[in-house]
């Protein structure tokens, strides 16, 4: 169990995620074109699809033992928001997981490790630089990068999207729901996004 602990919060860097936003928010796959909009996904990480790529590959155990430089790249299902229910630890994890029905989309998380694993176990973070993408089963998708891993709270900067989303810009606020039946995390994602594009349009 130690060691699925440390993988899973040292590797990936997803560690207690907290959010001061409600999570009941509505939820809505979509944005109009202009004006500030919330919008609320669920995605849980499947932690079968994790893969690192080591600065050097002669070092053993690369999820315990990774660099400053190492790269991964992990996915995951999109839910709409408040579907999967919050909980589940690594030793009694939800059963909520990528498997279930109901999906919406893709989640693909890649990032490089910002330090060694000395220096994490030390306390220092965050631990990865990540991009995320969010691909909608209906073409849209969006777009999300920042640093995470070792924070009581991870904002991170919506830098574009696809298809109805073409020209949004924001922020998104990612909370930690709990260990899913993969022995990854399952997270609520607070959109907060505006249409530039159209923005700047207006009077």
Not at 170 to 176: A, R, S
């Amino acid at each position: 169990m130690e060691k699925r602990l440390i993988v899973a919060l040292l590797i990936l860097g997803f560690v207690a995620l907290t959010s001061t936003v409600p999570s009941q928010r509505s939820v809505t796959p979509s944005v109009q074109a202009s004006g500030e909009r919330t919008m609320v996904l669920d995605v849980a990480c499947d932690a079968r699809t994790c893969r690192i790529n080591q600065v050097d590959p002669t070092v053993p155990q690369p999820g315990l033992n990774f660099a400053r430089g190492d790269t991964f790249i992990v996915d995951g299902t999109i839910y709409p928001g408040s579907t999967i229910p919050p909980g589940g630890t690594f030793d009694t994890p939800s059963p909520f997981g990528p498997d279930e029905p109901g999906r919406i989309g893709t989640w693909v998380c890649r990032g490089t490790f910002n330090l060694s694993a000395a220096e994490a176990e030390a306390g220092a973070a965050p631990h990865i630089s990540t991009t995320q993408l969010f691909l909608l089963d209906d073409g849209n998708g969006l777009v999300t990068e920042g640093s995470e891993g070792g924070l009581p709270m991870v904002l991170r900067a919506v830098t574009g999207g696809l298809g109805d989303f073409n020209g949004v810009r924001g922020q998104v606020t990612e909370e930690e729901l709990g260990v899913n039946s993969t022995g990854l995390f399952n997270f609520r994602m607070v959109f907060e996004i505006e249409n530039q594009t159209e923005s700047r349009r207006q009077p």
